[in-house]
């Protein structure tokens, strides 16, 4: 029912920033929290960012604390991951995805509505 469509991926450098965008079909997108998982090669996908429904409450991965921030445009049906200070480490395809309910959420089997992936690759 639901689609999301990711862009904004790319190469940056170390310590660059870098913008992502998620476009969601359909007509209640502000019903529902949304979030950012990624996957690196031979990993796990893992989560990074939660909003919900109305943006009024967020949640991050520790490991990106401090230096991603999620946010959404519910008029545009577009939520954003804007990444700052990145290393080699956050190199993966990042996921945008949709919850069940309207509040966030770390966990994937909560979600039930994902893009295709867009590739983030840091290098040194």
């Known amino acids: 029912q639901v689609q999301l469509v990711e862009s904004g991926g790319g190469l940056v450098q170390a310590g660059g920033s870098l913008m992502l965008s998620c476009a969601a079909s359909?007509?209640?997108?502000?019903?529902?929290?949304m979030g950012w998982f990624r996957q690196a090669p031979d990993k796990e996908r893992e989560f990074v960012a939660t909003?919900?429904?109305?943006?009024?409450?967020?949640d991050y991965a520790e490991s990106i604390k401090g230096r991603f921030l999620i946010s959404r445009d519910n008029a545009k049906n577009t939520v954003y991951l804007q990444m700052s200070s990145l290393k080699p480490e956050d190199t993966a395809v990042y996921y945008c995805?949709?919850?069940?309910?309207?509040?966030?959420?770390?966990?994937?089997?909560?979600?039930?509505?994902w893009g295709q992936g867009t590739q983030v690759t840091v290098s040194s």
């Open positions: 909003i919900s429904a109305t943006g009024g409450y967020t």
């Open positions: 359909g007509r209640t997108f502000n019903r529902y929290a």
């Open positions: 995805a949709k919850a069940k309910a309207s509040y966030i959420t770390t966990t994937s089997w909560t979600y039930d509505a």
